[in-house]
């Protein structure tokens, strides 16, 4: 539902207090989003390793709308 779309904002820290004490109140009670936040923190901490190689300016591969 919407609290698991959430859970990788939750992660990241992303989220206002208002979410995420509602995703907190959430996971006390579900054994499926609590195993959803450890995948999303493995892909965080995955993510993190990445090198980053960032080449040219961002107006180069990205036009807004």
Request: charged share 30%.
């Amino acid at each position: 539902g919407e609290l698991r779309e959430l859970l990788p904002w939750y992660v990241t820290g992303q989220l206002d207090e208002s979410d995420a004490a509602r995703v907190e109140a959430h996971l006390d009670g579900c054994a499926e989003c609590q195993a959803e936040i450890r995948f999303e923190e493995r892909l965080e901490a995955e993510v993190a390793r990445l090198p980053l190689e960032v080449t040219g300016s961002a107006g180069s591969w990205w036009t807004p709308a």
